[in-house]
C-alpha cells in the first residue's frame, strides 16, 4: 500500500505466515437464540455501528480466521494487539476505538490481548506492544508500532481503506475546524496557536500552514486603510514597506496576482536584506493561496527569475 507510512513498514523481514492459523471449517452450528429485544451498545467491542456494521471486536485463536482472514475479504481489518499491563496501549487503543465507531463499519477493528493469545502474537512476529496491523484480503500490508498522533492515524487508516479497495469521503478534522473557527471569530491568537499545533502534530500539513499565513496577513493588515494603503506604495515605488502593505491588501481584495507582481518587481530593484525581506513575505503570501494555484506557480517561476 502506498504511504503515509507511519514508520518502516516491518514486513521487510518477510512475509507474515497465517497458515498455521488457518483452522478446517466449523461443523454447523445449532440456530442462536433470538437477540434480546431491547437497546444494544454501539461502538463498543463487539457492539455494533450505527448502520448495523461491526466496529470493534475482541479476537481470540478459536475466532481469528473468521473474524480477521475471512472478514477482511470483504472488510479492512485492523489489528491492534494489546495487553492490560501495557501503558502505551491505554493510550491507543481508545483512539483506535473512537475513528473505528467514527468509520461506522468501513473497516473493524479487531482487539487480541497477547497474554490471553500468544500464538498469534508469534506469528505475527510481535516483538513489543502496542503493535497495529492492517489485514487486507486475508493478508497483513502494513504496520507500526507505539503510540502515534490521531492525525497520523487517520492518514494511515485512510492508506488501509484505500488499499481495500474502500472508498469512504475523508472526514473533515476537528482540529483545523477548530483552528479556521478562530480565525474567522477574529480571535488570531488562538488561531495561531491550533494552527501550529497541527503542525507540530502533522509537520508540512498544506492547510495548516496556509491557515497560519492567513494569521500574520490578518495581523499585518489589521487597522489598514486598503485606499490610503495602495496610494502610499503608488507614490513611494522604492519605499519596501509600503509595496508589502499594498500586496497584503491586494490578497485580502482578491488580486494575489496583482500583489505578486508588485513584490517581484520590488525584488528585481532590491539587494541584499531588502530583496530577501521581500521574497520572505511573497512566500508568505504564496502559503496563503496554497501550492496548487496556477497564479502561485506562475509566480514562483517569476521571482526565480527575478533571484536569478
Known amino acids: 500500500m502506498s504511504d503515509p507510512r507511519i514508520t518502516s513498514s516491518i514486513f521487510t523481514r518477510g512475509a507474515v505466515d497465517l497458515s498455521a492459523l488457518r483452522t478446517p471449517a466449523p461443523a454447523p452450528a445449532r440456530p442462536a437464540a433470538p437477540a434480546p429485544t431491547g437497546p444494544s451498545p454501539t461502538g463498543v467491542p463487539g457492539g455494533p455501528a450505527a448502520g448495523g456494521g461491526v466496529t470493534v471486536i475482541d479476537v481470540t485463536e478459536a475466532t481469528f480466521q473468521s473474524e480477521v482472514l475471512e472478514r477482511s475479504l470483504t472488510t479492512p481489518v ?119 499545533k497541527i503542525l507540530a502534530e502533522t509537520p508540512a500539513d498544506a492547510v495548516a500552514e496556509a491557515g497560519l499565513a492567513q494569521v500574520g496577513l490578518a495581523r499585518r493588515v489589521a487597522g489598514a486603510n486598503p485606499a490610503t494603503a495602495l496610494a502610499a506604495a503608488e507614490a513611494a515605488p522604492d519605499d519596501v514597506d509600503a509595496q508589502l502593505l499594498a500586496a497584503d491588501v491586494e490578497v485580502l481584495s482578491g488580486l494575489a496576482e496583482s500583489a505578486y507582481a508588485r513584490l517581484v518587481a520590488v525584488v528585481r530593484r532590491t539587494n541584499g536584506e531588502d530583496r530577501e525581506k521581500v521574497r520572505q513575505h511573497l512566500v508568505s503570501l504564496f502559503s496563503v493561496a496554497g501550492p496548487d494555484d496556477p497564479a502561485v506557480a506562475s509566480a514562483r517561476r517569476a521571482l526565480a527569475s527575478a533571484l536569478f
Do not use: H
Not at 476505538?97 to 497474554?115: F, N, Q, R
Not at 502474537?121 to 486475508?138: L, N
Not at 502515534?148 to 487508516?157: D, F, G, K
Not at 469521503?169 to 488570531?188: F, V
Open 78 to 196: 485492523v489489528v491492534d494487539f494489546w495487553a492490560e499491563w501495557c501503558q502505551p496501549c491505554k493510550q491507543l487503543s481508545p483512539v483506535l476505538e473512537k475513528l473505528a465507531v467514527e468509520g461506522g463499519g468501513a473497516w473493524v477493528l479487531a482487539k487480541i490481548d497477547v497474554d490471553a493469545n500468544p500464538r498469534i502474537a508469534q506469528m505475527f512476529r510481535v516483538q513489543g506492544i502496542p503493535m497495529v496491523y492492517a489485514v487486507v484480503g486475508g493478508q497483513p500490508v502494513d504496520a507500526f508500532s507505539g503510540v502515534v498522533p490521531e492525525a497520523q492515524l487517520r492518514q494511515w487508516i485512510q492508506a488501509v481503506l484505500a488499499a481495500g479497495g474502500v472508498a469512504v469521503e475523508t472526514p473533515g478534522d476537528p482540529r483545523l475546524d477548530e483552528a479556521d473557527d478562530a480565525l474567522m471569530s477574529g480571535d488570531l491568537d488562538a488561531a495561531e496557536a491550533a494552527y501550529r
